[in-house]
């Protein structure tokens, strides 16, 4: 039977090695697969076949994340997807053969990746799925923490806690050793609190022990209406920054253009009409972007907005309408406090879709 072996996060690499006698040649069956842990395909999706470098070589290594990255898909309505709706997270398995001990293994696949300190087939081990120990609360915004729910040591229990007093409970324990991959990542969601209601969120194991505490900021947006950004962090799950200050768009078309021929003949007579256009453009595109500013953060979200930075997939919410979009934003200096005072962030988004609708 499988072996469970934790969380892969695909966008780095992830080597397997495998030992046999001189000059062996090993074979590697990845399976990819989304639902119970137990309906492993009986197909492979991918055969690899890679012999050592020499004749004396007993070890052979072969890297695999990136072509199970092209089976996980991010969508950006996870918070309200359920089952088999959610694809962010998948069951892979390898199976080695012709070494001295051969494998058969299974990982979690998260679309994340690890930090280059973390050394190679770094396996995560993290019960909550973001970077910050602060969360900012925004009226009429919920609270959405992703968290990882598998064993007794995970995210069994969350709590919302105002003054050291328990407001609510959110129960995962049900989830605790479930057999599909789309239970594993969950999200805490707050949806009955306003902003100052709660001011911290525990983390309990089986036990009842806080493995994690939270605190929750409110944020005061009646200037500006807020809007939300949903990416996908180094975790592989779903993360959302609220930008609560001034916001501006802007637009950018691209177009062709040719010499067209407006030369005409009439009765032997050259002749043209100078009501039509000499330079005809054509494939015309007008793409729009927004720049958005969040409101004074702690400086330990610097590294949440490099996660967003290089995240492949992100969304904005504006006016209750969700859109794809790219981070144009390529060059930021974190700030500090002791350097910087007050700590804000203007970054650049352009929609991931073109404003005139060319989908043939």
């Known amino acids: 039977m499988a072996t469970n072996k934790g969380i892969m996060l695909t966008k780095s690499p992830y080597y397997i090695t495998e030992s046999g006698v001189a000059g062996f040649t090993t074979e590697?069956?990845?399976r990819i697969w989304n639902g119970s842990f137990n309906s492993e395909p009986t197909t492979p999706d991918y055969t690899l076949i890679k012999q050592t470098l020499s004749s004396t070589d007993t070890v052979v290594t072969l890297e695999i994340s990136k072509i199970i990255n092209d089976f996980i898909e991010n969508i950006g309505n996870a918070y309200t997807a359920t089952g088999t709706d959610k694809t962010d997270a998948l069951w892979v398995n390898v199976k080695s053969f012709n070494g001295t001990v051969n494998r058969d293994d299974t990982w979690l696949a998260l679309n994340g990746y690890s930090d280059f300190?973390?050394?190679?087939?770094?396996n995560l081990d993290r019960q909550v799925l973001i970077s910050e120990k602060i969360v900012y609360h925004y009226e009429g915004i919920p609270i959405r923490i992703p968290v990882y729910v598998d064993g007794i040591d995970d995210a069994n229990v969350v709590n919302l806690?105002?003054?050291?007093?328990?407001?609510?409970?959110i129960d995962y324990s049900s989830l605790v050793g479930s057999l599909f991959s789309y239970d594993k990542i969950q999200y805490v969601s707050n949806n009955s609190y306003s902003p100052g209601e709660i001011d911290e969120i525990w983390i309990k194991n089986s036990v009842g022990g806080v493995i994690d505490t939270l605190s929750v900021v409110p944020v005061?947006?009646?200037?500006?209406?807020?809007?939300?950004?949903?990416?996908?962090?180094?975790f592989g799950s779903n993360q959302e920054l609220i930008f609560g200050l001034a916001s501006k768009t802007s637009v950018k078309v691209g177009k062709s253009s040719y010499n067209k021929q407006t030369l005409e003949i009439n009765a032997g007579v050259p002749y043209y009409n100078p009501l039509k256009h000499?330079?005809?453009?054509?494939?015309?595109s007008l793409r729009e972007s927004i720049t958005l500013n969040t409101n004074y953060i702690d400086e330990s979200l610097n590294d949440t907005v490099g996660q967003l930075l290089v995240s492949d997939f992100v969304w904005i919410t504006v006016g209750g309408v969700t859109s794809p979009v790219n981070v144009s934003t390529s060059d930021l200096e974190y700030k500090k406090s002791?350097?910087?005072?007050?700590?804000n962030y203007a970054i650049k988004f352009d929609y991931a879709y073109n404003k005139i609708n060319n989908i043939y």
């Open 161 to 169: 806690v105002k003054g050291g007093i328990i407001q609510a409970t």
């Open 117 to 122: 300190l973390d050394g190679i087939n770094y």
């Open 220 to 234: 005061d947006c009646t200037r500006y209406t807020p809007v939300v950004v949903s990416f996908i962090n180094k």
């Open 278 to 284: 000499q330079f005809k453009e054509y494939n015309t």
């Open 28 to 30: 590697l069956e990845i």
């Open 338 to 343: 002791v350097n910087n005072g007050l700590i």
